[in-house]
């Protein structure tokens, strides 16, 4: 399944939710449901009631499926293509180039925290911080 899809899988959900709402404010003002379910007393039927109801859960709609369709966008990008310079690693948003730090704080909620991997350990403190003994005759100690 693309992600395209899951996209508007999400947006087409969402509509068909407040779509079924919209209908049962309709089912409940047409049939008197309090009146059939539960024994209350019956009312009349209130069409500019259900309208405004109508009109609010539609404009409710449009807010969430636009936010929706926002953050959907915003995860697009984050997960698309991020021009990283190969030297210093930060990355180009814009014409700016900003460190990756600033930019996965500003973006994501990853936390991020600092270790080293083996390889760099090996590489820029040898064996001081890996725990290994130097081989002897390497004229250390």
């Given at each position: 399944m693309t992600k395209h899809s899951v996209a508007r899988r999400v947006v087409v959900l969402e509509i068909a939710g407040f779509s079924g709402v919209i209908f049962f404010v309709w089912?409940?003002?047409i049939l008197d449901l309090p009146y059939h379910?539960?024994?209350a007393f019956r009312t009349k039927i209130n069409i500019r009631?259900?309208?405004f109801e109508t009109?609010?859960?539609c404009a409710l709609a449009a807010?969430?499926?636009l936010l929706t369709m926002r953050l959907i966008k915003q995860i697009k990008y984050l997960e698309g293509f991020l021009p990283v310079c190969a030297f210093c690693k930060k990355i180009r948003v814009g014409e700016k180039w900003i460190p990756l730090e600033d930019y996965l704080d500003a973006h994501t909620e990853a936390k991020l925290s600092h270790g080293y991997c083996p390889e760099c350990v090996e590489?820029?403190?040898g064996t001081l911080m890996s725990g290994?003994?130097?081989p002897e005759g390497s004229g250390a100690g």
């Open positions: 089912m409940n003002e379910l539960f024994g009631e259900s309208l009109v609010l859960m807010v969430v499926v590489k820029h403190y290994k003994k130097t």
